[in-house]
């Protein structure tokens, strides 16, 4: 019996959007660097992703985004040192802004996040689709655009910038140690 290997035909954004956010996790990767010229497949099982993709198709995403800038790779001693650029970065950013959620730490460190933001009115679909954001982040809504959560979510907040292209002053984080009357916020956060 013969056994055939399969590889899905998957869309070039598709394993562009993989490579990108696996880097953005692992910070930076290194394979052993080959003859072949689809080394690529190396790049993939360090991605441990290499049976999901077409090879042609890795290939040519993955030269593509090295053209763009959103890695770099160094050789040095028959290894391959692959690491994100900052343009790479805010490219995975954007794949991750789907699965962006806030941790939760075992304890609270009594500190209020407040997340306010002006959008002008030119840009309201940007200003309504930051505040679903918000929403579905779990954030409590004090007022249309002043946002609050115990637990620290700068980072979020700054992805958030970045995808919707806002300035500091459009989108802001502060950190507080009293707001006032705080009882109805504690219990919406089971504090």
């Known amino acids: 019996m013969t056994q055939y290997k399969y590889y899905f035909k998957k869309p070039k954004a598709e394993i562009a959007k993989d490579i990108l956010t696996t880097l953005a996790t692992a910070g930076a990767i290194t394979v052993v660097a080959s003859s072949s010229p689809f080394f690529i497949i190396n790049v993939l099982r360090a991605l441990k992703r290499e049976k999901r993709y077409h090879r042609k198709s890795a290939y040519s995403t993955f030269y593509r985004l090295k053209k763009e800038g959103c890695f ?15 343009k790479g970065r805010k490219k995975a950013g954007r794949f991750q802004i789907n699965h962006l959620a806030i941790k939760k730490p075992k304890r609270w460190d009594d500190k209020w996040r407040i997340i306010l933001f002006d959008v002008e009115e030119k840009h309201r679909s940007k200003r309504e689709a930051l505040r679903g954001f918000l929403k579905r982040l779990n954030l409590y809504q004090i007022q249309k655009s002043v946002w609050i959560h115990p637990y620290d979510c700068r980072d979020e907040i700054n992805l958030l910038r970045d995808f919707f292209g806002l300035l500091h002053r459009e989108l802001r984080l502060i950190v507080s140690n ?14």
């Open 72 to 86: 770099r790779m160094k050789k040095k001693n028959r290894q391959i040192y692959i690491s994100l650029t900052e």
């Open 178 to 191: 009293d707001i006032g009357h705080d009882k109805e916020i504690r219990a919406y956060f089971n504090l």
